[in-house]
């Protein structure tokens, strides 16, 4: 993989997000700044598969209540399977106070959900002080202002191209309009586009 700065146009345009930020993480190297652990490194190192599910952890299904103005929250009524969790919903209705001191209650119109909970036997505290620290390791101001420069340089040519690509369009729709009369195209886009014809 070669730094970001060492690629061709046709190279740059090409990345996928995760080769993108690979060459700037390289073109940091290179230029002595301090790049910031991703997030998969920090989940590999503290024992962990995915983003956030432990490796040892347990998996329970937790009923979710809607919310007045949509959306649902958490209630931390869990299930051991899914189907035990639905079948817990069959005629519930979801009623909820309102004021303080509650004034009235009302029944909340929305669906129940069933979403996965996972619980760790992974020691807690241990887990929260890693976490810690990998997240006291954040992007430098300098990693950032590269990660700025470089997207910078791809939006330009990203537009340049983008430029170039609508500037045919237009040529063959006013060659369109002149009936393939390449002078008179060219006197319709002096009178209504700015800059050369393009050749």
Request: with cysteine; net charge negative; aromatic share 10%.
């Amino acid at each position: 993989m070669k730094r970001y700065f060492d690629l061709t146009e046709s190279e740059k345009l090409a990345l996928s997000s995760e080769q993108m930020t690979d060459a700037v993480k390289i073109e940091a190297i290179h230029r002595g700044i301090k790049t910031p652990l991703s997030l998969d490194n920090i989940v590999e190192n503290i024992g962990c598969s995915g983003f956030n599910l432990p490796a040892d952890c347990k998996t329970f299904y937790e009923i979710c209540t809607p919310k007045q103005y949509g959306g649902v929250e958490r209630s931390g009524i869990c299930f051991v399977t899914p189907d035990e969790a639905r079948n817990a919903l069959k005629n519930t209705l979801f009623v909820e106070e309102e004021g303080y001191p509650a004034k009235r209650a009302k029944i909340i119109n929305g669906e129940f959900s069933v979403m996965e909970r996972y619980v760790s036997a992974f020691p807690l505290t241990n887990f929260a002080t890693k976490l810690k620290e990998y997240e006291d390791d954040t992007p430098c101001e300098a990693f950032t202002q590269l990660c700025e420069e470089c997207r910078d340089d791809l939006g330009t040519i990203r537009q340049r191209i983008y430029d170039t690509e609508v500037r045919a369009r237009k040529k063959a729709e006013y060659l369109r309009l002149a009936q393939g009369n390449e002078e008179i195209a060219k006197a319709f886009w002096s009178k209504a586009e700015s800059g050369n014809w393009p050749e």
